[in-house]
T-cell receptor
Framework: NAGVTQTPKFQVLKTGQSMTLQCAQD?????MYWYRQDPGMGLRLIYY???????DKGEVPNGYNVSRLNKREFSLRLESAAPSQTSVYFC???????????FGNGTRLTVT | QKEVEQNSGPLSVPEGAIASLNCTYS??????FFWYRQYSGKSPELIMF????GDKEDGRFTAQLNKASQYVSLLIRDSQPSDSATYLC??????????FGGGTRLMVKP
């Protein structure tokens, strides 16, 4: 039982490059989330998908897009990376809004 | 004002002592409250969750919720060096978003 799987684990981009972070869960969870974590800022919600076919903005959505490909997969895309997007990104999922989150192992992204 | 506030610490306690971690939140409509532990370089892992006022115990951990005062706390009894980590408080607000506090760094000294 893999839980929540994120790829890649590490990535270095140059300013202006694009990339997609992949996330998949095998727990049959309805809701999926993308967070970023910066020193002293805690975890901040970028986008979430309460159910298959829906996505909503979180606290810090600017510069990102998401796709809920199916119930299992939720991807995060950076169209034109900026140094301010250097961070650790976590994907998470839960059964519903009141259930605990299960996190992936994170992606450490550096934009130079 | 942040929606979920935690003292960043570090909170230093001797091995075997009780560690008390506190969290306040601003949304009175919040219904679900979670404590996560995060080791350096790792992802957060769930420690406790609580939905009702009062105390909830699980092993060495006790979560306390007071909705009237809008705070939630985590007590760790018989603290061990392996408990040294950052503890994140998370609150599910009425907008269906789980908001995290900045975390409290706990150091348990042998």
């Amino acid at each position: 039982n893999a839980g929540v799987t994120q790829t890649p684990k590490f990535q270095v981009l140059k300013t202006g490059q694009s990339m997609t972070l992949q996330c998949a869960q095998d727990m049959n969870h309805n809701s999926m989330y993308w967070y970023r974590q910066d020193p002293g800022m805690g975890l901040r919600l970028i986008y979430y998908s309460a159910s298959e076919g829906t996505t909503d903005k979180g606290e810090v959505p600017n510069g990102y897009n998401v796709s809920r490909l199916n119930k299992r997969e939720f991807s995060l895309r950076l169209e034109s990376a900026a140094p301010s997007q250097t961070s650790v990104y976590f994907c998470a999922s839960n059964l519903d809004r009141d259930s605990p989150l299960h996190f992936g192992n994170g992606t450490r992204l550096t934009v130079t | 004002q942040k929606e979920v506030e935690q003292n960043s610490g570090p909170l230093s306690v001797p091995e075997g002592a009780i560690a008390s971690l506190n969290c306040t939140y601003s949304d009175r409509g919040s219904q679900s409250f979670f404590w996560y532990r995060q080791y350096s370089g790792k992802s957060p892992e769930l420690i406790m969750f609580i939905y009702s006022n009062g105390d909830k115990e699980d092993g060495r951990f006790t979560a306390q919720l007071n909705k009237a005062s809008q705070y939630v706390s985590l007590l760790i009894r018989d603290s061990q060096p392996s408990d040294s980590a950052t503890y994140l408080c998370a609150v599910n607000n009425a907008g269906n978003m789980l908001t995290f506090g900045g975390g409290t760094r706990l150091m348990v000294k042998p």
